[in-house]
């Protein structure tokens, strides 16, 4: 399960600290950073968190061969609440990188770090808003009144979530809570976000409780966003190609066996649990498929929806030195060479 949230506020002078300290450490990134990680046929990927479900796709492309049939030797360096994502992409410690959602792509992108989306596993960022039935939180009016618990680096969605619907942001009361539910059971707040895929932690609140996917308020993202680095894109475009044809098969495959893949992704990571999974693949799939993807494919994208999402970050102030322009955060390059591999599938019973 996935405990992430966003993480937008990332300045250029950070992004270069954790590359220094990238540094400093070099000897304990060999097991990822060795002299054959940046080699045609090998593809060390850096998640901005830890593994989950949302990288049961890729880990099912481990487990059934895939990326060995495409030549691919993949590595897989996990992340966490105190890790750098972008740092080991950018030094070349890792080929590829996945984000949580867009806007931290974004906001690498307006700090001068050169990278760009190639990609993206989810059709929508699964952060959503928790509430009780006793005082339900369904749609934004609702909103108006209460008190919502974000996580700090959140925030920023609830501002955009208020300039997107045109309400005053003022008009409801933010407080700056942790991943844990027990503020909502505790009555300290009306309503409180995460992801909604962290459906063990969610459970205290009880059976009867309410998400709402900021998404369907109006918010739109993509979320387990692959990116690269601009000359990653176009120099190692065909090991790119292969790395995402091949988890398009893992991807595919949990689409046919979610149960099955769920078992995989617990025997290659013990840590997490079968029973709570088996619970969240059907919203992992909802998450992973679409009539999108059903016509152009698994991982597409829409341009017109990213210029939606910068111009909205814009609006409310999150990039004071210039908004990034359109293409210089997104490639389609990759989604193009894999068009014809990539698996066309809607939702599960769609």
């Keep these: 399960m996935n405990g992430n949230t966003f993480k937008p506020n990332m ?3 950070k992004f270069l600290q954790a590359g220094a300290t990238l ?3 070099g000897p304990g990134l060999q097991l990822y950073a060795s002299d054959s990680a940046v080699a045609a046929d090998r593809i060390v990927i850096q998640y901005d968190w830890l593994m989950s479900n949302g990288q049961i796709g890729d ?12 030549g691919i030797d993949v590595q897989f360096s996990p992340g966490g609440p105190n890790s750098a994502t972008v740092p080991p992409v950018i030094s070349g410690a890792a080929n590829l990188g996945q984000f949580s959602e867009t806007p931290q792509l974004f906001n690498a992108r307006a700090s001068g770090v050169p990278v760009k989306i190639i990609a993206c596993g989810f059709r929508t960022g699964p952060y959503a808003l928790t509430s009780r039935p006793d005082n339900p939180v369904r749609t934004v009016e609702d909103l ?3 008190k919502i618990g974000v996580q700090p680096t959140a925030r920023f969605a609830m501002d955009a979530l208020a300039a997107k619907n045109g309400i005053d942001i003022d008009e409801m009361t933010i407080i ?8 909502l059971v505790r009555g300290e707040v009306d309503a409180i976000g995460g992801w909604v895929t962290n459906t063990q932690a969610l459970s205290v609140v009880g059976d009867d409780r309410i998400d709402v996917l900021l998404s369907d308020m ?20 065909d090991t790119l190609s292969r790395f995402l044809t091949a988890a398009g098969k893992g991807w595919a495959w949990i689409h046919d066996n979610p149960e099955d893949a769920v078992a995989k992704l617990v025997e290659a990571h013990p840590q997490i649990d079968l029973e709570w ?10 998450l992973s498929f679409d009539a999108d993807t059903a016509r152009d494919g698994w991982a597409t994208f829409d341009p017109a929806s990213l210029e939606e999402q910068l111009a909205l970050y814009d609006e409310i102030g ?3 030195g210039g908004r990034p322009a359109l293409e210089d955060v997104h490639s389609m390059k990759i989604l193009e060479m894999t068009a014809e591999s990539r698996p066309k599938l809607n939702t599960p019973g769609a």
Excluded: C, H, M, W
């Design 59 to 70: 880990v099912v492309a481990v487990a059934n061969g895939y990326f060995e049939e495409a």
């Design 23 to 25: 540094a400093a450490i």
């Design 218 to 237: 109006g918010l739109k993202s993509y979320a387990n966003v692959y990116f690269a680095t601009d000359t990653a894109i176009e120099e190692n475009a």
């Design 144 to 146: 108006k009144g209460k």
């Design 318 to 320: 999150q990039y004071p």
């Design 277 to 286: 999974e088996l619970k969240t693949i059907d919203l992992i799939l909802k």
């Design 11 to 13: 300045n250029r002078r």
């Design 176 to 183: 700056n809570v942790g991943f844990d539910k027990a503020p």
